[in-house]
């Protein structure tokens, strides 16, 4: 019985493509080019935003995941307190700020 099955094993019938592996392969090797981008790139934004929380420094204006817009008033190693508005301090998470706000001179009078 197992002579058998190794003899059909080893003897390919005729007619049969021998490019099976090739074929899956070809047709995979896009899909997985494409996830290995998209992690890398992934990673990278997550360095990038891991690098900027880190550089949080008290008096900066920042955005929250929430979408609260806040001024940093005390710092410690994975909490930040906002000043959401006068006398609203607001205790969170560090990793819970997206952005550091870039003040702009928009709406200040004489500017163009």
């Given at each position: 019985?197992?002579?058998?099955?190794?003899?059909?094993?080893?003897?390919?019938?005729?007619?049969?493509?021998?490019?099976g592996?090739?074929?899956?392969?070809?047709?995979?090797?896009?899909?997985?080019?494409?996830?290995?981008?998209?992690?890398?790139?992934?990673?990278?934004?997550?360095?990038?935003?891991?690098?900027q929380i880190q550089?949080?420094?008290?008096?900066?204006?920042?955005?929250?995941?929430?979408?609260m817009?806040?001024?940093?008033?005390?710092?410690?190693?994975?909490?930040?307190?906002?000043?959401?508005?006068p006398?609203?301090?607001?205790?969170?998470?560090?990793?819970?700020?997206?952005?550091?706000?870039?003040?702009?001179?928009?709406?200040?009078?004489?500017?163009?």
């Open positions: 019985m197992l002579s058998f099955i190794l003899a059909q094993t080893a003897s390919p019938s005729p007619g049969a493509g021998t490019s592996g090739l074929g899956g392969l070809v047709i995979f090797l896009p899909l997985i080019l494409v996830m290995v981008y998209m992690f890398r790139k992934q990673g990278r934004q997550r360095r990038m935003h891991l690098e550089s949080l420094s008290i008096g900066d204006e920042v955005e929250t995941i929430a979408g817009f806040g001024r940093i008033r005390k710092l410690s190693d994975n909490e930040v307190w906002v000043e959401l508005a006398g609203t301090e607001v205790k969170m998470a560090r990793m819970a700020i997206r952005r550091r706000v870039i003040p702009t001179d928009e709406g200040q009078p004489g500017a163009s």
